[in-house]
């Protein structure tokens, strides 16, 4: 059974800083198309980023693209978020999530499985 587990989140300054980090155990991490989405308060979930299962290929969301940088380690099993020039509209509860098939376009929609996520707090 995969398993994601996701840590990094925490409370930043406007302007700041954070790495998130998802931790996969279970399954073979290095075929997942995998990404990233968050779930602010009172909104629905909304898709951040994704990449492919060997890292070649990213695609980010408009709102974060150029602010955040979406990696992995396969050797590693893990997959990051560099979130800079964080804002306020940045908070949200931020879920990693993979695709077992590969499938990058599939993970950006509906993803086979999900962490638990991660609060993230951006304060002006």
């Known amino acids: 059974q995969v398993q994601l587990v996701e840590s990094g989140g925490g409370l930043v300054q406007a302007g700041g800083s954070l790495r998130l980090s998802c931790a996969a155990s279970?399954?073979?991490?290095?075929?997942?198309?995998m990404g990233w989405f968050r779930q602010a308060p009172g909104k629905e979930r909304e898709f951040v980023a994704s990449?492919?299962?060997?890292?070649?290929?990213?695609y980010y969301a408009a709102s974060v693209k150029g602010r955040f940088t979406i990696s992995r380690d396969n050797t590693e099993s893990t997959m990051y978020l560099q979130m800079n020039s964080l804002k306020p509209e940045d908070t949200a509860v931020y879920y990693c999530?993979?695709?077992?098939?590969?499938?990058?376009?599939?993970?950006?929609?509906?993803?086979?499985?999900w962490g638990q996520g991660t609060q993230v707090t951006v304060s002006s």
């Open positions: 999530a993979g695709d077992r098939n590969g499938r990058v376009s599939v993970v950006r929609t509906s993803p086979n499985y």
């Open positions: 279970g399954g073979t991490f290095s075929t997942y198309a």
């Open positions: 990449i492919s299962a060997g890292g070649g290929y990213t």
